[in-house]
């Protein structure tokens, strides 16, 4: 089929066996790629019981049809597997140029299964596939593992992924650092390949994968690639990155402050993407393959007890980091950043669960006799950067923290569930559902947990429409009608940007019509825009049964109680959602028994008739 | 006798690739109607158009108006006590 690879590659680390497999075409067509393909295999293959961290849990790496060629944001590759965080689905996705190689070494998919008995790395140079000693690189941190890796290796373009200390010690919050920073954060993937001894994966590609056409080919390309560079949003994030938000805060409420209770905080003024570029902002490097847009900042500290070099913080890092720790000292957020890349642990969840824990010592429930003598008080820099340093390394509380929150509120107890705020055990992104209410459903009902990318309504809440899936006006982000039609289709659609493993911000320009144009231009299938929408409804609905199956259900579609309480303060004083209804119209929508399980209807209508008699016997 | 009022105001997300605070002066007292006509008179050429209504102001389905505190404002009253307005297009990060 044009427009893939059409195999796989399968590595049995136990064994240290790796087969090239082919792949079925109804999966390609009916599951596109990416994240969908990942399901589809993941389904099958990942058992319902067991923990996470048993040798039968695995790991796919997986890109889509849009990728190896010059499609805008096409260096994307996603990661699947069963989350050691959350215990469900979790897919996660980073950019630079993995995807790239990947797709032009020849696989449109590695599947990661078993655990080797020594650290290894994975070597992909076209056909020749191996295991490699990484006993060299590991325990080091990630710069070092990508920089010791690309020199033995030695192959200019070639791109690698890697895990860091926390990833290697199984820090649930682990995460894989791709290219140079870029994080697939969420969710714990990094801790996965760590249980695996799987320190990294380099890849270099040079075959051009075939499209149908050309000529058609680069002439959507090209249209589409224009269409997002004069989109508007596009230059607002090339012109200061997605750290401008942060400058919005004030106004809309979107970000977080201390531990999702207050609505105001005047470090919104020195923590954003224009008082970056005004300070420690150097240059203005392209960091991502094909991309148009840019958003990616590269920042130097020189001087100072911060001093740093390398990307810089973005929105969420902003927040998680700043705002949720009433931390407003910008150069220390870019460190702070800086360190959890280097360690391989995923910013949001850090600094939630930092400002967790920030919370607890101010009600009593931590003292400095569990915190090692650190001072755990809001705004303390040091504390930040040493819980830092001990969830990395499993250190005293840091062991506790980096099990996530909700983890460490069972542990814990005393009412620290309260104040715990994740979404089936993902802590929340840095977007507050009380500021854009289409967030709580979206939240509520993502397949990885609390997230906003499986869904990425902040693209459309009172800014966007989608005439081809029926959202014809821009919606007043403080309504809660509309808002579970909101979370469906957007849900829907993102599951199909996942799939072909290209960048959300390309959504504010890229329609369905658009992708469904790419698509039929990469395979020759032909597609429209609701079919576009039909496989991603097909995907979600995928995910959500294997959810499901391990015993997942409406009673744990919720939102933290905080978060449905006011904030003190702020824009968004005393306006809250009406999450019950939002919840009803969304599951009508879906189609979804009350229990929480797709009902056999949907699930025959999107052709996910294998799936019922896993989920009704 | 004409008293003319100071104030600063913040345009985010209007001028795609720009974001601006400038300060302004206007007879008071004016409503946000009248400084929004100011605006565009000054800005109108570089602010999207997505962003101008048909009425000729700043498109409020799209366009949020905002004192320093982030309370929402809105036309028909006076304005011109608040020291810094905000006129933004949400962007919501990453």
């Not at chain 1, 993941?42 to 996470?52: K, M, T």
Request: glycine share 12%; net charge negative.
């Amino acid at each position: 089929m044009k427009g893939y690879a059409g195999r796989l590659l399968r590595v049995d680390l136990s064994s240290g066996t790796i087969t090239k497999e082919k792949i079925p075409d109804e999966y390609l067509r009916d599951y596109i790629g990416g994240t969908g393909l990942a399901a589809r295999y993941l389904y099958d293959e990942i058992p319902v019981n067991g923990d996470v961290f048993d040798e039968n849990n695995k790991l796919f790496f997986s890109v889509g049809p849009l990728n190896g060629k010059q499609f805008p944001t096409s260096g994307r590759c996603n990661v699947s597997c069963r989350s050691p965080l959350t215990g469900i689905w979790l897919d996660s996705s980073w950019s630079g140029r993995f995807g790239y190689n990947l797709k032009r070494a020849g696989y449109d998919a590695i599947i990661i299964e078993g655990k080797s008995p020594r650290p290894v790395y994975l070597y992909i140079n076209n056909e020749q596939v191996e295991l490699k000693d990484a006993s060299a690189v590991w325990g080091k941190m990630t710069s070092e593992s990508l920089k010791g890796i690309y020199e033995e290796c030695g192959i200019s373009r070639a791109s690698c992924c890697t895990i860091g200390p926390a990833g290697e010690k199984m820090v649930k919050t682990g995460c894989i650092i791709g290219d140079t920073t870029k994080a697939a954060g969420r969710g714990g993937s990094g801790a996965l390949m760590g249980s695996k001894k799987l320190k990294a994966i380099y890849v270099y590609g040079s075959q051009n994968p075939e499209v149908p056409d050309e000529d058609v080919w680069r002439k959507v390309v090209k249209e589409i690639n224009t269409k997002i560079k004069e989109n508007k949003t596009s230059q607002g994030l090339k012109a200061y990155g997605t750290g401008v938000a942060m400058a919005m805060a004030d106004q809309t409420g979107d970000a977080p402050i201390k531990n999702w209770t207050l609505g105001k905080w005047d470090g919104f003024a020195k923590v954003n993407g224009i008082a970056m570029a005004k300070t420690i902002l150097k240059k203005h490097k392209p960091q991502c393959f094909a991309c148009p847009i840019r958003c990616a900042r590269y920042v130097e500290i020189d001087e100072g007890e911060y001093q740093m070099k390398g990307e810089g913080p973005e929105y969420e890092a902003m927040a998680a980091l700043g705002s949720m720790c009433l931390n407003d000292n910008l150069e220390s957020v870019a460190y702070a950043n800086f360190l959890c890349n280097e360690y391989g642990i995923d910013v949001i969840s850090t600094g939630s669960a930092i400002s967790f824990a920030m919370e607890a010592y101010e009600k009593g429930i931590l003292a400095k006799k569990d915190t090692d003598g650190i001072e755990l008080t809001w705004g303390n820099v040091e504390a930040i950067l040493a819980m830092i340093r001990k969830i990395a390394n499993r250190e005293g509380i840091g062991d506790l923290l980096g099990q996530g929150v909700r983890e460490a509120a069972d542990v814990l107890g005393q009412g620290t569930e309260d104040f715990a705020i994740h979404v089936k055990g993902l802590e929340l992104p840095m977007h507050d559902p009380r500021a854009f209410f289409a967030f709580g459903p979206t939240y509520a009902t993502s397949p990885r947990g609390g997230c906003h990318l499986r869904g990425y309504v902040g693209g459309f809440d009172g800014v966007g429409v989608m005439p081809e899936a029926g959202l014809n006006e821009p919606q007043d982000p403080h309504a809660s009608e509309g808002k579970g039609f909101l979370a469906k289709i957007v849900q829907d659609y993102c599951a199909v940007f996942q799939s072909s493993v290209i960048c959300f911000f390309t959504l504010y320009a890229v329609t369905p019509t658009d992708l469904a144009k790419a698509l039929t231009a990469a395979t020759g299938i032909s597609y429209d825009a609701q079919k576009v929408l039909k496989a991603g409804e097909r995907i979600f609905n995928l995910q959500r049964a294997f959810n499901n199956r391990l015993g997942l259900t409406s009673a744990d579609d919720v939102l933290p109680e905080r978060l449905l309480t006011s904030t003190i303060g702020g824009p968004n004083e005393g306006i809250l959602p009406n999450f019950e209804e939002q919840m009803k119209e969304y599951y009508e929508l879906r189609k979804w028994e009350d229990d929480g399980r797709p009902s056999k209807e949907k699930l025959r209508e999107l052709g996910l008739d294998f799936v019922i008699s896993d989920l009704y016997g | 006798m004409i008293c003319m009022v100071k104030f600063k105001v913040r345009l985010y997300g209007l001028i795609p690739d720009e974001f601006m605070i400038k300060e302004l002066t206007l007879p008071e007292p004016f409503n946000l109607e009248r400084l929004e006509k100011e605006i565009i008179k000054r800005f109108g050429d570089r602010i999207h158009t997505d962003y101008i209504s048909d009425q000729g102001l700043l498109n409020h389905q799209l366009v949020r108006v905002g004192d320093p505190s982030g309370k929402r404002l809105d036309y028909g009253y006076d304005i011109s006590e608040i020291e810094e307005i905000w006129f933004i297009v949400p962007i919501t990060g990453g």
